[in-house]
């Protein structure tokens, strides 16, 4: 029998598996109260300078958005001192992931990246019907020496998380420029900053400068407005690089790939110092809480410099997962990434960090 000609590379590709929302716990579980430290969502919920510009946004969702986004790219160029011209912004910077994947990988090109990192990037690959090397990682950090060995004239894209999820971990200025010197220009190094704002590591890498001063025609860095800045249900996120390889991706995009609200959220968002500066001080506390306890119980984490702490909870992690779970408190368990015995756990509110502790207690 004839049938819809099913690509063989696209129907092997398993789903992402999303963090559980509140209200599906809430449903399925009768439940009334219920946290969610499962997908690295800012604790503080949305600025109220945000919710302003949202609700005057919404008088125009008659109109089409600026396609060209005029407004937020200033700003966004304002705020990183780039060009506009220098900017894509995306639905969220996993469309920014999937233009980069469309743009440069044909079938059987090679994407170069970690074994334990953000499941687009083989996903996005996949879909292309690229071949996804993914090198192991060296204790739960990237390993560049090994990943500059499997850069081969087949490999057109590099994906470095930084910090990465969901390790927490990341890869220093020293590491990375001794990197990008030995990488040929050809292969595109995308750095994803995706938590860049929760990061405290003196060595941490001034990751601007490969654009603004040395001037790297392959690097592109990614941002996103849906963990510091609160904004993950509007899907906003933007890509950073030079000029002929941004507009290079402008050329794939949908005309109207952003929506108004988001636009106009992400220009508020950008302005809101204070939001940016209370969420760093929560999530950095937060994060020392958490890490302190996992030592006081004498569990193994990941030191972090995102949002979120991997840890070793030694039983199986799908069990605690749903312990937690039936106790109102969702985390992520890291069955997909092989690791059966870890739970990633995202830095909430002081109260949810030490309701989630005393729960993991209890269960342990
Ligand atoms: N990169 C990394 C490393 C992430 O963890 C995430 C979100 N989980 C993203 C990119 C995508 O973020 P968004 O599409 O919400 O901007």
Known sequence: MKQPAYKSHIEAIQCYEPGKPIEEVQRELGLRNVIKL????NPLGPSKKVIAAIQKAGRSVHLYPDGGMFRLKKALAKYHEVKPSEIIVGNGSNEIIELLVHGFIEPGDAVVSSDLTFLVYPLATQAAGGKYIHLPMKNFRYDLRALAKAVSVKTRLVFIANPNNPT??????????????????NVIICLDEAYVD??????????LDYIKKKRRQNVVLLRTFSKSFGLAGLRLGYGLANETLIG??????????????AQAAGEAALADTAYLSQTRNIVLQGRNFLESQFRGLGLYYVPSQANFVL????????????KLLKRGVIVRDMRAYGLNEWIRVTVGKPAENRLFVRELKKIL
């Open 38 to 41: 499962a997908s690295n969502e």
């Open 168 to 185: 927490g971990s990341y890869v220093s200025q020293e590491e990375l420029d001794r990197f990008i010197d030995s990488t040929p220009p």
């Open 198 to 207: 929760f990061t405290d590591a003196k060595d941490f890498p001034r990751s």
């Open 248 to 261: 290079y991706l402008h050329k794939i995009r949908q005309p109207f790939n952003v929506n108004s609200v």
């Open 311 to 322: 840890v070793c909870v030694k039983k199986n992690a799908r069990e605690i997962f749903q």
